[in-house]
């Protein structure tokens, strides 16, 4: 006798074996019915930054043109790790991702004592996204013209210049602590709980310096408030090509710090939706509106495979154990 599909499936449900064909089918198919709900993309920095505003354009070019709903939610505070931390507890479900970067996936590591996340351990890279320099920067009306200024301006009086960060513990507040060393001079650290506050007292005068990440910057850089004084990567920025690096202006021959963004997924994600997430971020780094954008935000667009972007954390992550410890910075 012949049996058609819907007679064997009958004879199975009967004898129990359809139950056993059930569980057998039941989770390919909800992982090819992902995504069947809103997508929450953690933010783990307030609203304005470059963390936020990179974040929103892949959230809102996901929804564009993948047709699912992304939805970017701030967690700020810490330094970026309180995000990071939600994210790492979250269910491996494909439903919440973190917009992470060096700041928080390899520094802060090394400088809180009690962080509750393992980085490698806890979470899953999924899709790398742009990487953008460090820049120092001071509002318009300062008396620094130049970056000697401030050292000259350091030297004559320790710890009287001040420089404002998004936080303790972030890649940013780091390139200010080793930029102190490579000049050999004292200068103040003032921690904000993100970019946008420290942004408004630079403006405002109530800190003499800001070091930011370009993207973070870059809309007051180009009208005219803040006063660009160096990057801190290794090369120029393409973005805004005049301002000299670091190591050009003689303070540290192989001063190279810079940050990248990137998204990752509580560790036991799925493969697959690890890698359709992968795929669709990748096409859409592959856009000239979305490379166009990353762009004027000062940061430079750049795919990778889950596996090139997990390497690179992991690089990452241990050359940052090395810099952490030589500076002697910790956070309780």
Do not use: C
Not at 185 to 195: L, M, N, Q
């Amino acid at each position: 006798m012949t049996l058609t599909r819907r007679s064997l499936l009958a004879r199975l449900a009967a004898s129990g074996g359809g139950l056993a064909l059930a569980a057998t089918a039941g989770p390919a198919l909800a992982q090819a019915a992902w995504p069947a709900k809103p997508i929450r993309l953690i933010v783990p920095f307030p609203p304005g930054g470059g963390t936020d505003i990179l974040s929103r354009l892949v959230a809102t070019k996901l929804t564009e043109l993948s047709h699912w709903t992304v939805v970017p939610d701030n967690r700020g505070g810490a330094g970026g790790t309180i995000g990071i931390a939600e994210a790492a507890r979250a269910q491996p479900t494909g439903y919440d991702i973190v917009m992470g970067q060096k700041d928080n996936m390899v520094v802060a590591p090394w400088l809180y004592k009690n962080l509750s996340y393992d980085p490698v351990k806890d979470l899953t890279a999924v899709a790398h996204v742009a990487y953008t320099p460090v820049v120092i920067v001071t509002r318009a009306e300062s008396k620094f013209k130049t970056l000697k200024d401030v050292v000259d301006a350091a030297r004559a009086q320790p710890d009287a210049v001040t420089f404002g960060s998004p936080g303790n513990g972030t890649t940013i507040h780091l390139a200010g602590e080793i930029f102190k060393t490579a000049a050999n001079i004292k200068i103040r650290h003032v921690p904000y709980k993100g970019s946008n506050a420290a942004m408004m007292d630079v403006l405002a005068g109530n800190v003499d310096l800001m070091v930011s990440s370009l993207p973070s910057a870059i809309a007051q850089l180009k009208s005219g408030k803040l006063r660009p004084l160096a990057v801190t990567s290794a090369k120029r920025s393409s973005s805004m090509p005049d301002i000299p690096t670091v190591a050009e202006l003689g303070y540290g021959k192989d001063f190279d710090v810079s940050t990248w963004y990137g998204l990752f997924a509580p560790a036991g994600t799925p493969r697959d939706v690890v890698a359709r997430l992968n795929a669709e971020v990748n096409k859409l780094l592959a856009r000239p509106d979305v490379q166009a954008a990353i762009h004027e935000q000062g940061a430079e667009y750049q795919a990778m495979s889950p596996e090139q972007f997990g390497t690179l954390l992991k690089t990452d992550y241990q050359k940052w154990k090395g810099i952490v410890q030589a500076s002697g910075a910790t956070i309780e």
